[in-house]
């Protein structure tokens, strides 16, 4: 009886999003995009403007220009091995496109978005935007983590949703061919290649800024919008807990017995190392209305979410990998809530 109503649910599930996909058409012709230039600053001085800026933010901090590890093993798991290999951003869409009827969300499809491109670009993918809605039938995030030549690949992107019975931030692998978000989305693309990249570990943070939110203000005060630059990349929260965000854009209570925490406009809920981050960030946000920082998280023991900021700052220890950007594909230009500008997570 239970096999039968799990096929049913997974039938009515096909059909939704069958429906659906007709009556929203989402089509290549429709998108607009906007290629930039990216300034591309050596490692040498990347590593120097990093070391110095985190400094002011954590305890202990090292800043190395390493091979990159295998990235498609523990505790990163990501889809290729490096981030190597015609490096570009996505900017796709902005936060104003967001709906608190998730079903008048914006759909794109990233398979769509990378034939559309006017350069060979990798089919590497890694970074946070909304989620597919249309696959869950809900509000949802989604933690991109794909190569979308290699339909047999063993990673999988991850969705990400809220369970208010539960209070809890739900963790779900996706369909290896499930390749759509919404609203907006901040996307690494590369080969996958190993090669040159930062190595920074970050320990006990002294400062407000989360580790994110301070690697993005390295560049922002030393390149700014003239030398615009944008990385993308992943990091491991090795030790510690972290916050992770949920939309409440209509400031509804914290569920009772729920163990999640409400800041405006979100919900919050913890999650605990190991974890994996993957995401963009950029100098500036110009007149593209870029997003200057994004991460979603997960993890094999399932906590997961839009990355806050750490909640056990005197034990956090982060080590990422990052890869400067060649090129900025802005996709469909909408701008940002203005209730979100400012915030660290954003």
């Known amino acids: 009886m239970e096999k039968r109503s799990e096929k049913k649910a ?15 058409n989402i089509n290549a012709e429709e998108l607009t995009i906007v290629e930039k230039q990216l ?10 403007v990093f070391r110095e800026e985190l400094s002011k933010n954590f305890a202990k901090v090292t800043v190395e220009i390493v091979e990159s590890p295998d990235l498609t093993q523990e505790p990163f798991y990501l889809s290729a091995t490096g981030l190597g290999g015609s490096p570009i951003l996505l900017d796709v869409g902005g936060t104003t496109l967001y709906n608190t009827q998730f079903d008048k969300q914006k759909l794109f499809d990233l398979k769509t978005i990378v034939e559309k491109l ?31 030549n290699k339909p047999e690949s063993s990673t999988s ?48 943070r002294i400062g407000e800024d989360s580790f994110i939110a301070s690697m993005r203000r390295s560049i922002t005060n030393y390149y700014g919008a003239k030398n615009l630059v944008g990385l993308g990349g992943v990091f491991v929260l090795r030790k510690g807990k972290i916050s992770e965000v949920f939309p409440n ?25 190991e974890e994996t981050g993957v995401g963009t960030f ?7 209305e870029l997003t200057p920082n994004h991460f979603h998280c997960f993890s094999t023991h399932l906590d997961c979410g839009h990355y806050g900021r750490d909640t056990t700052p005197a034990i956090a220890i982060y080590e990422g990998y990052f890869s400067t950007a060649e090129f900025l594909m802005r996709v469909d230009q909408a701008s940002e809530d203005p209730r979100l500008i400012g915030l660290d997570h954003f």
């Open 10 to 24: 997974v039938f009515i599930s096909f059909l939704f999003s069958l429906v659906f996909c007709k009556l929203l």
């Open 249 to 273: 854009l209509l400031e509804e209570p914290v569920p009772a017995g729920s163990n999640l925490t409400r800041v405006p406009l979100f919900y919050l809920d913890e999650g605990s190392a």
């Open 118 to 148: 006017s350069r060979p670009v990798g089919s590497c993918a890694l970074g946070a935007a909304n989620g597919p809605w249309i696959y869950l039938g809900a509000d949802c995030d989604v933690a991109v983590n794909i190569d979308l």
């Open 157 to 204: 992107s991850y969705i990400i949703s809220l369970d208010k019975t539960v209070g809890k931030l739900l963790c779900k692998k996706l369909p290896l061919n499930e390749t759509r978000f919404s609203v907006q989305g901040s996307i690494f693309l590369s080969e996958g290649k190993k090669g040159e990249v930062i190595k920074v570990v970050a320990e006990n």
């Open 39 to 48: 300034h591309v600053p050596p490692l040498s001085e990347l590593q120097n």
């Open 282 to 288: 950029v100098s500036e946000r110009t007149e593209l």
